[in-house]
């Protein structure tokens, strides 16, 4: 019998408690309402159970013909990709909601919108169309007299022209933000406000300054027991200012402590954050190895944009940690050749003294005997030049990630603006939605150019370290095709999963399992036409596990098949709606279910479907 610990009990008490509260027989717009408001607190401790609520909503709102459903789910749904940090599909489903509030004149629906959409280019690193989207909010709040709208956009504004680097007109919007409220006699919670304000102190460079509004923050919520995450805030802008003022116990102890709330919270962004600190604050202290760790740490986290400037700091680090090692190793190089040269003359001196004695043979030996130092010589100088070869591959395979990961944010940025013109096709004629569309397909041709590169880069699975670990299997697979939901949606499919009723357990990489399913997956949904069917069905067997990805697609030709899993290789079948293929999938997908000892292998008939096998042992 399955029993529930008290741990499992303190995990799901509040999701059941909330479902109570809000769970009435007839729902109505107002229930309704208040469970879109509580959806709106969840962060990304809580983004699993979110895809449900939305469901709900969705679904009662449209039983109820509640008008307002379509904005309400439009904006969870966008909360939903940008928890899970898909900013493009979060400015998407946002730019929707904008477009639904303003057909119903929605004006707080349509702050809200314009709200969102600018914290998603905020996010993307773009302030200045962040700023355009909160200036559209201050004159609509300002239009509608709503002042809790008001004061929240001057507080944004703030935030944003902090990002522009101009600090003093952020402090003018911020304090603009506290009069708001004081003027009106409106009671918040202004910890916020002071926190943003600290934040321009500190890049004006006046940590004395910022230290007095982060320090109030604190107290105020560690006396009031405020949420973890809000306390994280305060010791991460704390561990940060304590480092500019050369105050590194204390600077330690806040950042230690962030790092545990955010491992605590779950929450890679927050993890990533207090990597970044902690880096920085052990470059400060010269502990360049212990900085080049928690920099190593917070790349391959990967949860945010790098920009130029932490590259820079990345280089210099490696820069300054490899330094020290050349530095040590040149040390010991000199003393062997010390060592060497002190050999060489000993072994004059006795040669010499062996020809005076006449003995040839003696002679020979110490001859054959140089002879081999020399080839040991050389053999140490080929190992080296071979050490130092492994090292500038290394070097060039993370310039190419780093490279082809920064050249991503241009092809983001231009395909989200073409999609914002997009939206607008009463204002484009002709030739400018053509040229929007040429702009659209060209972004994303570069987007999987980029992602092309960046497979090839990492094609060599022998280069990842396998994380074993016990995985149930239909979990994973309920992810992968969650995540593949929306693609499957836009083309009308439906994908059945069929699976045992018990738990089905591997012992295996979590990470490379999930990559082959998802790549499976997608290539079903990309050769199959709208409203075709694709089955999923995991099969537990004695000794291993099998999974069939089934589908009605194109179908492969017979005499293409052997050739289906070579690296770059292209086949006649087309991805029926134009979708991009590299020919890189399948012989990535191969080697790593090989890595995983298992196999991969197909069957096809053309025009009727394909079905891709991977088998594993447990």
Excluded at 359 to 369: E, F, P, Q, V
Excluded at 503 to 521: A, H, I, W
Aim: hydrophobic share 40%; glycine share 4%.
């Amino acid at each position: 019998m399955y029993k529930i610990t008290g741990k499992q009990v303190k995990k799901i008490l509040p999701f059941v408690l909330i479902f109570m509260s809000f769970r009435s027989p007839l729902p109505d717009t107002t229930y309704l309402k208040s469970l879109y408001d509580h959806c709106l607190d969840f962060d990304e401790s809580k983004r699993d159970s979110l895809p449900y609520y939305i469901g709900y909503i969705e679904k009662e709102s449209k039983l109820i013909s509640f008008v307002k459903g379509e904005v309400l789910t439009l904006r969870l749904k966008g909360l939903n990709e940008e928890l899970h940090s898909d900013f493009s599909k979060a400015l998407e489903y946002y730019l929707l909601s904008l477009e639904a509030a303003r057909k119903l004149e929605e004006r707080i629906y349509e702050t809200s919108a314009l709200s969102d959409i600018a914290i998603i280019y905020s996010l993307i690193q773009q302030p200045i169309l962040a700023k355009k989207y909160y200036l559209q909010c201050a004159q609509l709040a300002e239009k509608t007299n709503e002042i809790s709208s008001l004061g929240t956009s001057y507080n944004n504004l703030g935030i944003i022209y902090n990002q522009l680097g101009d600090h003093d007109s952020a402090l003018i919007f911020l304090n603009k933000a506290l009069s708001v409220y004081a003027d009106n006699g409106i009671v918040v919670d202004h910890s916020n406000t002071l926190n943003n304000i600290g934040n321009a102190y500190f890049k004006k460079g006046e940590f004395a300054k910022a230290l007095t509004y982060f320090q109030q923050n604190y107290v105020k919520h560690v006396a009031s027991a405020e949420p973890e995450a809000v306390e994280w805030v305060d010791h991460l802008n704390l561990a940060d200012t304590y480092t500019e003022l050369k105050q590194y116990h204390r600077a330690t102890i806040h950042a230690d402590s962030a790092l545990l709330i955010a491992r605590d919270l779950k929450a890679d962004s927050k993890i990533s954050d207090s990597y970044s600190i902690l880096a920085k604050l052990y470059a400060r202290q010269n502990k360049f190895e212990k900085a080049f760790e928690y920099m190593t740490k917070w790349y391959q986290l990967d949860t945010a944009l790098i920009n130029g400037s932490t590259q820079n700091t990345i280089a210099e680090l490696q820069e300054r940690f490899n330094l020290k090692e050349r530095e040590a190793e040149n040390v010991l190089l000199m003393t062997q050749i010390e060592k060497e040269r002190y050999k060489s003359r000993s072994a004059i001196i006795l040669s010499i003294a062996l020809g005076i004695t006449g003995l040839l043979i003696t002679l020979a030996l110490a001859i054959n005997r140089n002879a081999n130092k020399r080839l040991q010589k050389k053999n140490d100088l080929i190992v080296r030049q071979n050490e130092r070869l492994e090292e500038l591959n290394f070097e060039k395979n993370s310039l190419i990630s780093i490279v082809s990961h920064d050249l991503s944010t241009p092809f983001a940025t231009i395909k989200m603006w073409s999609q914002v013109l997009e939206s607008q096709p009463e204002k484009n004629n002709d030739e400018q939605v053509k040229a929007i569309d040429r702009i659209l397909k060209a972004s994303e041709h570069g987007q999987k150019l980029i992602q092309r590169i960046l497979d090839v880069e990492k094609a060599d699975i022998g280069t990842h370290h396998l994380q074993l670990e016990t995985i149930d299997t239909s979990s994973l697979l309920t992810a992968v095709i969650d995540n593949l939901s929306l693609s499957a949606a836009k083309k009308q499919q439906q994908v059945i999963f069929n699976h045992p009723k018990t738990p089905v357990s591997l012992l295996s990489d979590k990470q490379l399992l999930y990559r082959v399913f998802e790549n499976l997956l997608s290539n079903s949904i990309k050769y199959s036409a709208e409203g075709k069917r694709i089955w999923i069905n995991l099969v537990e067997e004695n000794e291993s596990v099998s999974i069939h990805f089934e589908d009605e697609g194109v179908g492969i030709p017979a005499d293409e098949i052997p050739y289906l899993f070579t690296k770059y290789s292209k086949i006649s079948s087309k991805p029926t709606a134009g979708e991009m293929s590299t020919g890189l999938g399948l012989s990535i997908v191969k080697r790593i279910a090989e890595e995983l000892n298992g196999k991969l292998s197909c069957t096809s008939q053309e025009g009727i479907g394909t079905t891709f096998t991977v088998q594993l042992p447990k």
